[in-house]
């Protein structure tokens, strides 16, 4: 029997609002190790962490600025499916976890994209 070892994040940047992609493994949780995935722009995204076989999420919103805790069982997230975050204020979708193969081929909803352009539209007047 295979242990799947790696699992893919697919998640916008808070800040920046780029979609990027992280590979996690789990070896990144050893000795209760904290893992943090910052956007290429340097902002923080995600922190987690493991404690017996639970994984805590805290996820950066790019909807609502807040952080939003995730809980999860280690055979829920490196399992052959795909863990869909969402804002628990909005029910908003915030990103994916899953095998790489399935988060490639997940559609990014249309909010999204609509989200992203009115928000750069409200900063951008506003830093004028």
Do not use: N
């Amino acid at each position: 029997m295979l242990i799947a070892t790696q699992t893919m994040l697919a998640m916008r940047c808070p800040s920046c609002g780029r979609l990027e992609y992280h590979m996690l493994s789990r070896f990144d949780f050893a000795d209760g190790r904290l893992v943090q995935l910052r956007c290429s722009c340097g902002s923080l995204k995600l922190m987690a962490t493991k404690k017996g076989r639970e994984y805590s999420i805290q996820a950066c919103c790019v909807i609502c600025d807040s952080m939003h805790l995730f809980k999860s069982k280690g055979s829920l997230l490196w399992s052959l499916r795909v863990t869909d975050l969402y804002c628990p204020d909005t029910g908003l979708e915030l990103g994916h976890i899953g095998p790489w193969q399935k988060i490639k081929k997940t559609k990014e909803p249309k909010w999204i994209s609509c989200f992203m352009s009115l928000r750069e539209k409200i900063f951008s007047t506003t830093a004028k």
